[in-house]
């Protein structure tokens, strides 16, 4: 096991549902299986991260099988690039929610090697339903930016959309590691921008740079999306433009019976210097 106390970084035990330091800094197990590790004092908020509507949202959007293309490449990707050896390995799901990819990546991941896959988000409720449904992965409820594993732990890390600082990375990566980070392409959700835009703006194009890492492989994902008007309001309520969005807009969108929307990602693999 990987973990590390976030209040003092000693490396935790687990002893009877209890995860330990040598500091005797304590953090129970829940019954689905997953730890908080997310002390009060590094809360922002009472409950930070997505709220129940959204993580609802996104379940029953991903469950439809709407971004699976997205699913399958990052597992091919990742399939190709880790080692197939005897040795253990490690992979971190970073901003997983709900496990959509970190269950399936542990699933395929496994039938080639050994591997820990783990899922970290700041939302406790999302944590709580990951491991209910995803019990050959660890999850735990921690912050992106003081990742709560030991140095050096991670073959990979994964990272959808989700922050996290370079300086963390290089911790916890190991020394031939890799990061999988996807990012919004510039023609991604484009229509549903122009519900809430007058002038909707493409996403930046520009390539992300990770200190401290180099770009080995960059792919473009792009197809096109035909959904109800039950999915299109859930697509929204994934987005940040939900803030932004009317009433009468959600309303209008929930009663259209194919609502057309662009999907474009980029999926670049980066590899530790």
Same mark, same amino acid.
Request: proline share 5%; charged share 20%; hydrophobic share 35%.
């Given at each position: ?100 990819? %970190? ?33 050959? %992965? ?34 916890? =990566?190991?020394?031939?590691?890799? =990061? ?9 959700? =484009? ?18 740079? =990770? ?45 259209? %019976? ?16």
């Amino acid at each position: 096991m990987q973990y590390q106390c976030p209040l003092c970084h000693q490396p935790l035990q687990l002893d009877n549902e209890v995860w330990q330091c040598s500091n005797r800094h304590q953090f129970d197990r829940a019954k689905e299986g997953y730890v908080n590790l997310m002390p009060v004092q590094h809360k922002k908020s009472k409950n930070p991260g997505d709220n129940q509507m959204m993580m609802q949202a996104r379940r029953q959007f991903l469950d439809a099988g709407y971004y699976q293309p997205l699913r399958d490449a990052i597992s091919s990707l990742l399939d190709g690039s880790l080692p197939d050896d005897s040795s253990p390995r490690a992979l971190l799901d970073i901003g997983c929610g709900e496990g959509y990819y %970190t269950g399936f990546l542990a699933a395929k991941l496994k039938q080639n090697r050994d591997i820990s896959v783990y899922g970290l988000d700041i939302a406790k409720g999302a944590i709580r339903s990951a491991a209910k449904r995803y019990t050959a %992965t660890e999850f735990c409820v921690a912050s992106s930016h003081l990742l709560p594993f030991s140095n050096q732990s991670m073959d990979a890390v994964l990272r959808i959309y989700a922050p996290c600082k370079a300086q963390e990375l290089n911790r916890v =990566i190991k020394s031939d590691g890799l =990061i999988v980070a996807v990012t919004p392409a510039p023609n991604h959700l =484009i229509q549903l921008k122009g519900l809430i835009y007058q002038t909707p703006q493409p996403h930046n194009d520009s390539e992300e740079q =990770i200190e401290g890492f180099c770009l080995a492989e960059s792919q473009r994902l792009s197809y096109g999306m035909n959904l109800p008007g039950e999915q299109a309001v859930n697509l929204l309520q994934m987005t940040p433009f939900a803030w932004k969005a009317s009433e009468q807009l959600i309303i209008e969108l929930s009663g259209n %019976t194919d609502f057309y929307c662009e999907t474009d990602f980029y999926i670049r693999l980066y590899r530790k210097k």
